[in-house]
């Protein structure tokens, strides 16, 4: 029985923070800031591994792990409670107390955050004792309450009740926070709002010749629900356009804060841009492409007044991640920095940064591409360090000039003959001028390069290649504008990204 009541009071506690957090501060529940925390306080090998093993899986199975946890902590604490029991109680309290720390040492704590840890506490501490109590009143006789009911049946109906008291908060605490509190009519209305503007300038429509998705290539532009996801977020942030707003401040010489209905005020320009993640391993998905729509940010900042020593614009999530991009690159005339509002014809989807979020062409998005965006900051390398720099990556981090080789699959069995190969190369912002594709160690061949939509955009190859019988390793190199050949070094993505040449093994029968 007192395993009962411990594990009856953690969950009575987790669900009532759940629902109170769903309505006030979603990342404030104490089930998802104390996963928030695991991950902040995680040493890097351990967020990589995680990362590696798990992919975007990662979240749910740290949360899963976190819940198996709490079942077996309430299982011992039980037990340690049939003798002694004010360790029941004691075990509830310091869950509680671990909650509101994980809140009050995370990145952006404002005071609502503390209800829903505090809310659970109280639950979880009053729950315990009362059903303990409950429990040992008749020191486990099968004697009557007193008023004729069994013991028994008091305890029971009490269990159920709790029981059935926190199936229902949890469940409309999840109904609330997966509805996220009215962030689908945002979006709704700000997708709306995008579609009726005026673009000050259009991204060119992407011709038919920038891809050979018939030879296997990815499409052009990445649909939303393929574009790659990175973030280090437990729970998306949930900002309703109409709440949003950006601060400018730091080493400028007048502080700006900027809503939503700024930005629309201002032109809005669309630009159809690759991004790259500097984890992407060679040959890896880590890369895709979008149309977005946002204003430049380079006028912005300099209506801010930008003072030169200011190296550095810290760009802050709602969540407290944080992004260093150097000011230069961000000023560099035809450099293109967004805030971007709008992604391939939408708002922002929620998972890509919803309201608001920076896009810089030519960087890595760990060093420019902030999503729901809170706050900029211009400063200097040295005043400030970011999240992934004190992990162990570099400050300054360019997109590297890579290729892929999208066709044939790896392992593929051929026909003997000519072999269609093609795939996609990289290199914002100078663009690709050639890609070259040879089969194990015999003669480079030029690909043919499809159009070029712009130098901030990936460009897709095919090549023909004559293939013996046999099992051959299909290796492929790109040029980019600079003259630049992509190196054959191969070194690991941490610190700066990936090097090395993408290769396919095939065999021809
Ligand atoms: N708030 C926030 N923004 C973030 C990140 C993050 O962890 N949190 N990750 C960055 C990284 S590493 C990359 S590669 C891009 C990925 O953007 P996407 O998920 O829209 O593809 O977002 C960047 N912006
Ligand atoms: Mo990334």
Redesign the pocket.
């Known amino acids: 029985m007192a395993i009962l009541v411990e594990l009856l009071a953690i969950a009575a506690a987790v669900a009532s923070g759940h629902l109170v957090a769903a309505l006030v501060a979603p990342a404030s529940s104490p089930f998802v800031a104390v996963g928030d925390a695991v991950v902040r306080l995680s040493p890097q090998p351990v967020v990589e591994f995680a990362k590696s093993a798990f992919g975007t899986a990662d979240k749910p199975v740290l949360l899963a792990g976190i819940g198996v946890l709490l079942v077996l902590l309430g299982a011992l604490a039980g037990l340690a409670a049939r003798r002694r029991p004010a360790v029941g109680t004691a075990v509830v309290a310091a869950l509680g107390l671990l909650a509101v720390a994980a809140v009050l040492t995370g990145p952006v704590p404002v005071a609502t955050d503390l209800a829903a840890p505090v809310v659970a506490l109280v639950v979880g501490v009053a729950v315990q004792r009362g059903l303990d109590r409950l429990a040992r009143r008749h020191g486990g006789t099968r004697a009557g309450s007193g008023d004729g009911v069994p013991r028994r049946t008091v305890l029971a109906g009490a269990s159920a009740a709790v029981a059935a008291g926190t199936l229902v908060a949890g469940g409309a605490g999840l109904a609330l926070s997966s509805s996220g509190s009215g962030i689908a009519a945002s979006r709704a209305a700000l997708t709306g709002r995008l579609a009726a503007a005026t673009l000050a300038e259009t991204a060119p429509p992407v011709p038919a010749s920038a891809a050979f998705p018939q030879l296997g290539t990815v499409p052009f532009v990445t649909p939303n629900a393929d574009?790659?996801?990175?973030?280090?977020?437990l729970t998306i942030p949930a900002v309703r356009a109409e709440d949003w707003s950006l601060r400018v401040h730091g080493r400028v010489g007048r502080e700006l804060v900027l809503t939503v209905d700024d930005l629309l005020r201002r032109p809005l320009v669309q630009r159809t841009i690759t991004?790259?993640?500097?984890?992407n391993t060679v040959g890896g998905n880590?890369v895709?492409t979008a149309d977005f729509v946002g204003v430049e940010l380079a006028p912005l900042l300099l209506e801010a007044g930008v003072d030169p020593s200011a190296d550095q614009i810290v760009s802050t999530?709602r969540?407290g991640?944080t992004?260093g991009t150097p000011t230069a690159t961000v000023l560099e005339p035809g450099r293109g920095a967004l805030l971007a509002l709008g992604m391939n014809g939408e708002a922002l989807p929620v998972?890509?940064?919803f309201p608001v979020?920076m896009v810089v062409p030519g960087l890595?998005?760990?060093v420019s591409?902030?999503?729901?965006l809170a706050d900029i900051e211009l400063t200097t390398f040295a005043a400030r360090s970011v999240?992934?720099r004190d992990r162990g990556w570099a400050e300054r981090a360019p997109i590297k000039t890579q290729c892929r080789i999208d066709a044939p699959v790896g392992f593929s069995k051929l026909p003997a003959g000519r072999v269609q190969v093609a795939g996609v190369a990289w290199a914002q912002p100078v663009g690709i001028t050639a890609v070259e594709v040879r089969a194990d160690d015999g003669p480079w061949v030029r690909a043919e390069l499809a159009t070029e939509v712009n130098p901030n955009t990936w460009r897709m190859w095919r090549a023909e290649l004559d293939l013996s019988p046999g099992s051959h390793t299909l290796t492929a190199r790109a040029t980019d504008r600079r003259g630049l050949v992509q190196t054959d070094v191969r070194v690991d993505p941490i610190p700066d990204g990936a090097t090395g040449w993408p290769s396919t093994i095939v065999t021809v029968v």
């Not at 574009?227 to 977020?233: E, G, L, Q, T």
């Not at 591409?369 to 729901?372: G, P, V």
């Open positions: 574009f790659y996801r990175i973030d280090v977020a991004m790259t993640c500097v984890s880590l895709s999530s969540d991640w992004a998972e890509h940064g979020r890595y998005g760990y591409a902030t999503k729901w999240y992934w």
